[in-house]
């Protein structure tokens, strides 16, 4: 069973860096047909894709936060991470990690992070 667990602080100061890991289980990020993304929900809105790396470890980001936006993998944890730079207010959401297919067809619980001081 593909389960994915997010893990992070959940209180960032603005201009800080926002670190977050995914930890996925019952699949390998490195062989398959699927990618790895990093998804957000600030409140009141609706899901903005952040970025995905495939299973060669290839990267693409969302155009508006490629800026600032940085994902990495550790294959022998079976791991990928998000690192956001330079946060705002703006960037408190709900922070989802899931697999990619033809959509996202597995999601982690979600990670609520706030930016604030």
């Known amino acids: 069973q593909v389960q994915l667990q997010e893990s992070g602080p959940g209180l960032v100061k603005p201009s800080q860096t926002l670190s977050l890991t995914c930890t996925v289980s019952?699949?390998?990020?490195?062989?398959?047909?699927?990618?790895w993304s990093w998804i957000r929900q600030p409140p009141g809105k609706g899901l903005e894709w952040m970025g995905s790396i495939t299973r060669d470890g290839g990267i693409s980001y969302s155009p508006s936060l490629q800026s600032h936006t940085s994902i990495s993998r550790d294959t022998s944890k079976n791991q990928f991470s998000l690192q956001l730079n330079s946060v705002t207010p703006e960037d408190t959401a709900v922070y989802y990690c899931?697999?990619?297919?033809?959509?996202?067809?597995?999601w982690g619980q979600g990670t609520q992070v706030t930016v604030s001081l």
């Open positions: 019952g699949v390998s990020i490195s062989t398959g047909s699927h990618g």
């Open positions: 899931a697999r990619k297919g033809g959509g996202h067809d597995y």
